[in-house]
């Protein structure tokens, strides 16, 4: 797929999706699926508006859906075929009965908790032989070469011709010593008009998006319209 139009693109601010992770940190659920469908695909989604961003982690049986379109194809030990889907799939119009009806695949997301199953804090070298044959098959389905891996810390982008080497890759959080994360921050800055200091009595100062962040947010769209 080559220069998909992809039309409107709204924004999300670095605090709303601070905010979107914060609330499952703080509620003790940090399952997948809640950083999946509550962060990631809203996160995309908002951004995005005349993109589908679609559930596809769960799989039936269907003469009328191709799952090999966004899905990866191996045998398992009986030496059965199968197919390895993603979590998310992105694309341009969504319809189910893919066989009849053209569907155009920007990408696919494999979403892992920061928690249980994290990503930040290793190098892509050093992933899970599970992740690493996942990512593989994700790579050779049959209309869609393009596979983001996100925990919500860290964004690493993925393309056929790369293989397991990301081709780019976003952290938004810094490590201490000990191990800990925290969210990056950005450059303070601070507003000096006459207006100001007649209002608030001194010079008013703000925290801008951090630059890590807006790269994420523009790299996203370069990502899925070529």
Request: hydrophobic content about 30%; glycine content about 4%.
């Amino acid at each position: 797929m080559d220069n998909l139009e992809i039309g409107e693109i709204n924004d999300v601010s670095f605090e709303k999706y601070k905010g979107w992770v914060n609330k499952y940190i703080k509620n003790n659920d940090v399952n997948e699926l809640r950083f999946q469908n509550e962060v990631v695909k809203p996160f995309i989604s908002t951004i995005f508006p005349n993109l589908d961003v679609e559930d596809v982690s769960k799989k039936g049986n269907s003469t009328k859906h191709d799952y090999h379109q966004y899905g990866g194809l191996y045998k398992d030990i009986d030496g059965k075929e199968k197919v390895e889907t993603p979590d998310l799939a992105i694309v341009k119009r969504w319809d189910w009965l893919n066989k009849k009806n053209e569907v155009e695949y920007c990408a696919v997301v494999e979403v892992k908790s920061p928690y249980l199953q994290p990503i930040y804090h290793k190098d892509y070298s050093r992933y899970n032989r599970n992740l690493q044959k996942k990512l593989i098959r994700l790579l050779s389905a049959s209309k869609n070469d393009k596979v983001i891996l996100t925990d919500t810390l860290k964004w690493e982008f993925y393309k056929k011709d790369s293989g397991l080497v990301p081709i780019r890759t976003f952290k938004l959080y810094s490590l201490s010593q000990g191990g800990n994360w925290e969210w990056i921050k950005g450059e303070k800055n601070t507003v000096e008009d006459e207006i100001t200091n007649e209002l608030f009595g001194c010079n008013l100062e703000y925290e801008s998006e951090p630059k890590e962040f807006v790269e994420l947010k523009n790299y996203l769209r370069k990502f899925l319209e070529n």
